[in-house]
Nanobody, 116 residues
Framework: QVQLVESGGGLVQPGGSLRLSCAASGFTFSTYTMTWYRQAPGKERELVAS????????NYAEFVKGRFTISRDNAENTVYLQMNSLKPEDTAVYYC?????????WGQGTQVTVSS
């Protein structure tokens, strides 16, 4: 049974930091590209950051460059998103996504709220 379980979300003040984790099981994690998406209320889901299978290449949306860092630990079947200098507009549900060819899996998301 495939599972992607996100954790680490919560309420943080502007300028603060959070580290999201996504624990994977039920598939060969190290062979999948991993991506973080987010969806704010009333908006479409958007790509935040992605990382290749061995972590050798990463890609970021412009709005998080220099603030967020994606990483993965294939031994632990986990992908991370370190989020620094958070802004109120980063408030959203953050989703973990795994893809290899036509095989695609989504997590259920974790809420991140940036507010004073």
């Amino acid at each position: 049974q495939v599972q992607l379980v996100e954790s680490g979300g919560g309420l943080v003040q502007p300028g603060g930091s959070l580290r999201l984790s996504c624990a994977a099981s039920g598939f060969t994690f190290s062979t999948y590209t991993m991506t973080w998406y987010r969806q704010a209320p009333g908006k479409e889901r958007e790509l935040v950051a992605s990382i290749t299978t061995n972590g050798g290449s990463t890609n970021y949306a412009e709005f998080v460059k220099g603030r967020f860092t994606i990483s993965r630990d294939n031994a632990e079947n986990t992908v991370y998103l370190q989020m620094n200098s958070l802004k109120p507009e980063d408030t959203a549900v953050y989703y973990c996504f795994a893809q290899r060819g036509t095989r695609r899996y989504w997590g259920q998301g974790t809420q991140v709220t940036v507010s004073s």
